[in-house]
């Protein structure tokens, strides 16, 4: 997903999330299957344009997710399965990225070697 869809699914779920803090005491799990959703989209499109280019884009976009979640709440974020966006340095002999997938449970790694 590019840059451009990533900021509007994140502008789309801001408001979503906005809403839902709004009336929350009387309807608290309003919105939140389609919040997790766009926040798992949001996370998994981070690390991939961070692996592709590592621009300012990226990082912005990285920043973006992490306060989203934070306004969905710790705990709840959690339970959804959405963790934190964090992507290890690239260092000039190996490439890491760790990306886990919470609806099957399982975690990919993708590795490469610059030679």
Same mark, same amino acid.
């Given at each position: 997903m590019s840059a451009g869809k990533l900021t509007s699914l994140a502008t789309s779920t801001l408001s979503l999330l906005l809403?839902?803090?709004?009336?929350?005491?009387?309807?608290?799990? #309003?919105? +939140? !299957?389609?919040? =997790?959703?766009?926040?798992?989209?949001?996370?998994?499109?981070? #690390?991939? +344009? !961070?692996?592709? =280019?590592?621009?300012e884009a990226a990082e912005g976009l990285r920043l973006h997710y992490e306060r989203l979640r934070s306004m969905l709440g710790e705990e709840e974020a959690e339970k959804v399965g959405l963790h934190p966006c964090v992507v290890p340095p690239v260092t000039e002999d190996v490439c890491l990225i760790s990306c886990q997938h919470t609806r099957s449970g399982a975690t990919v790694t993708s590795t490469s070697t610059r030679t």
């Open positions: 809403e839902r803090q709004r009336l929350q005491a009387s309807h608290p799990t #309003l919105h +939140l !299957q389609q919040i =997790s959703t766009n926040l798992h989209k949001i996370r998994e499109g981070v #690390l991939i +344009l !961070q692996h592709a =280019s590592n621009d």
